[in-house]
């Protein structure tokens, strides 16, 4: 694709209103934009057209108008690296914002089990919120992510898997044998996605819309560091699942750990969370808490989060650490995330420990980082080519 279509500016991402918008700047008449953008958003959401020379129920003439000025771009894939168990990890470069521009880097990962798969998304180019144990932190932050670079995330991820209607993976190894290969969207990627809350919110809505990608809202988790004021806010205006990067059960550590905890601490954030709309049984919100050694994972910080938690529904996912070059931490034995587990388990807790996937090429929870980083040959051969 030419630097000169790239720049085009892409449909995807747009809201119903936004695609009348387009049609009108074309001179298509006001009573027939609203046809037109219906029948866009079925070729883009349903179909997976990659070509708005494939939108056949447009006119031929209408088609060529609209390709002179929008394309159907999704991000570029630079590198694929596919784990030993299967997770697959996209090096992904935006459209860049002028011609002959290079948009910058954000990294997507699937994660495919025998009958679902998950596709984490970015919702930020780098992240503000330094957690030491995460990788992302140590990258800084670029920008937000716009509505289409978060929907085309999905896109492209179910173009490479062959995730539409009559369209097959070019490598099938270790996809889900089941129809639909993405089943779950976690915005647990790169970035603060509740500081990006308007452009996340209205990719999520494309997401979970009957005609659009139809996601199950029970299917999509925001998971945030908490930022608090914004946490009831995502609940009356998307209404998905929720998870919450918690990670220590007292404020002195989970300053060090989340420093987003100086502004927003562990008492106010556990009330946001018992605010949370259309919180229940059937909708808990999850605690998301790395193990780590000899800093969280004693049996009286188990003891205590049983009791932070209590009146929550809540299920709580024990994430084991996940190194990477230069981390401060090591992940706590597996020894000590059984016998904390069984406090949290006895006292009600669902508390799955989170198998680690992805680890060998950087993909699993708190590794992902877009900066080139420099890797020894046997490294690079692991990785795939696409660009």
């Known amino acids: 694709?030419?630097?000169?279509?790239?720049?085009?500016?892409?449909?995807?991402?747009?809201?119903?209103?936004?695609?009348?918008?387009?049609?009108?700047?074309?001179?298509?008449?006001?009573?027939?934009?609203?046809?037109?953008?219906?029948?866009?958003?079925?070729?883009?959401?349903?179909?997976?057209?990659?070509?708005?020379?494939?939108?056949?129920?447009?006119?031929?003439?209408?088609?060529?108008?609209?390709?002179?000025?929008?394309?159907?771009?999704?991000?570029?894939?630079v590198t694929e690296q596919v784990s030993s168990d299967g997770t697959r990890k996209w090096l992904l470069r935006l459209l860049p914002d002028k011609p002959g521009g290079q948009g910058p880097l954000i990294e997507t990962v699937y994660i495919p089990e025998p009958s679902r798969g998950t596709l984490c998304l970015s919702s930020q180019v780098g992240c503000t919120l330094t957690c030491t144990f995460c990788h992302t932190g140590t990258q800084k932050l670029v920008r937000n992510l716009s509505p289409g670079e978060i929907v085309g995330q999905i896109m492209l991820a179910r173009d490479r898997i062959g995730d539409w209607v009559g369209v097959e993976a070019d490598d099938p190894t270790g996809l889900p044998e089941v129809e639909r290969k993405i089943t779950n969207i976690v915005l647990m990627g790169m970035g603060e996605p509740l500081y990006n809350f308007e452009h996340v919110r209205d990719a999520m809505a494309i997401a979970s819309a009957s005609d659009g990608l139809a996601f199950s809202k029970r299917r999509i988790?925001?998971?945030?560091?908490?930022?608090?004021?914004?946490?009831?806010?995502?609940?009356?205006?998307?209404?998905?699942?929720?998870?919450?990067?918690?990670?220590?059960?007292?404020?002195?550590?989970?300053?060090?750990?989340?420093?987003?905890?100086?502004?927003?601490?562990?008492?106010?954030?556990?009330?946001?969370?018992?605010?949370?709309?259309?919180?229940?049984?059937?909708?808990?919100?999850?605690?998301?808490?790395?193990?780590?050694?000899?800093?969280?994972?004693?049996?009286?910080?188990?003891?205590?989060?049983?009791?932070?938690?209590?009146?929550?529904?809540?299920?709580?996912?024990?994430?084991?650490?996940?190194?990477?070059?230069?981390?401060?931490?090591?992940?706590?034995?597996?020894?000590?995330?059984?016998?904390?587990?069984?406090?949290?388990?006895?006292?009600?807790?669902?508390?799955?420990?989170?198998?680690?996937r992805g680890r060998d090429i950087m993909a699993a929870c708190g590794q992902l980082k877009s900066e080139s980083v420099k890797k020894r040959a046997s490294e690079l051969r692991t990785e795939v080519s696409v660009s």
């Not at 390709?67 to 894939?77: D, K, Q, T």
């Not at 420093?259 to 949370?276: H, M, S, T």
Request: charged content about 25%; overall charge neutral.
């Open 1 to 77: 694709m030419s630097n000169s279509e790239y720049i085009k500016p892409t449909l995807i991402g747009l809201s119903p209103a936004d695609l009348g918008n387009a049609f009108a700047a074309l001179g298509v008449p006001e009573k027939a934009r609203r046809m037109r953008s219906a029948q866009v958003w079925n070729w883009l959401y349903a179909r997976g057209s990659a070509g708005i020379d494939q939108m056949t129920t447009l006119s031929k003439e209408l088609r060529g108008q609209l390709a002179e000025s929008h394309s159907l771009a999704r991000p570029e894939i």
């Open 221 to 356: 988790t925001l998971s945030t560091s908490g930022v608090v004021p914004e946490i009831p806010r995502w609940g009356e205006e998307a209404n998905t699942m929720l998870a919450i990067s918690l990670h220590a059960v007292r404020d002195e550590l989970r300053d060090e750990l989340v420093p987003i905890n100086r502004k927003w601490p562990i008492a106010e954030l556990l009330e946001a969370c018992r605010q949370y709309p259309s919180l229940s049984n059937a909708k808990r919100i999850t605690f998301e808490y790395v193990m780590l050694k000899d800093v969280n994972d004693s049996i009286s910080d188990a003891k205590e989060l049983v009791r932070l938690l209590k009146g929550i529904p809540a299920k709580i996912n024990l994430i084991p650490f996940n190194p990477w070059p230069g981390a401060p931490y090591e992940c706590s034995t597996w020894e000590q995330i059984e016998t904390f587990a069984e406090v949290v388990n006895r006292a009600g807790y669902a508390s799955p420990v989170r198998s680690p």
